[in-house]
């Protein structure tokens, strides 16, 4: 009778383990740094997004000072004190 040798199944080397172990550290380390990225870029559209809304609301602001800095009234009354007056029919030059 003859004894058949079994060879012991092969263990994987501590190569590929170290190599596999330095794969899964590297892949969550790219992780956490891309998800740590795009916190700050939300962080930063949402500072971005209320400085927007404030110059919105500035240039109404500014939209309606000047309107009111442009009416007539406000202007015929500033006239007399610059010395303008409306223009006499001479004045007026009409071209043809």
């Not at 969550?28 to 930063?44: A, C, D, K, N």
């Not at 404030?54 to 009354?77: G, K, M, V, Y």
């Amino acid at each position: 009778m003859s004894r058949r040798r079994t060879r012991p199944s092969a263990h994987p080397s501590r190569l590929a383990s170290a190599i596999l172990a330095a794969a899964i550290v590297v892949a969550g380390f790219v992780t956490l740094m891309i998800r740590l990225e795009i916190t700050q870029e939300g962080y930063r559209l949402s500072t971005l997004r209320l400085r927007i809304r404030d110059l919105e609301n500035r240039n109404q602001q500014l939209r309606l000072e000047l309107a009111e800095l442009e009416s007539r009234p406000r202007l015929r009354a500033l006239a007399p004190r610059y010395g303008l007056a409306p223009a006499s029919p001479a004045q007026v030059v009409v071209m043809p």
